[in-house]
């Protein structure tokens, strides 16, 4: 389950995601850096519950290297997205 916990309208918004075997938080921040250009930062931070939570966070930590390079790929493309829309 997935609930906004804060929303700072011009600058951000922080999710909390929780389900039975981890909990997350998600803070995604925009920072104005011109008129043209605007700084998206993610951070996600999660905590396993279960046994079974901590075997997998354990092998996503053996490939954190590939794995960050795979999330900035993915929010990357999300800002390329959103900035096409924007500018048609």
């Known amino acids: 389950m997935a609930e906004i916990i804060e929303v700072d309208k011009p600058n951000g918004l922080t ?31 999660a905590k396993a519950k279960t046994i079974p939570a901590k075997l997998l966070f354990q092998s996503v930590r053996f490939t954190r290297q590939k794995n960050q390079d795979r999330f900035k790929t993915i929010v990357s493309g999300f800002a390329k997205d959103v900035e096409t829309r924007y500018f048609g």
Not at 18 to 38: G, H, N, P, Y
Request: proline share 0%; net charge positive.
């Open 15 to 45: 999710f909390e995601v929780t389900s039975k075997s981890a909990d997350a938080t998600m803070v995604i921040e925009l920072v104005a850096l011109s008129r043209a250009r605007t700084r998206l930062n993610v951070k996600a931070v």
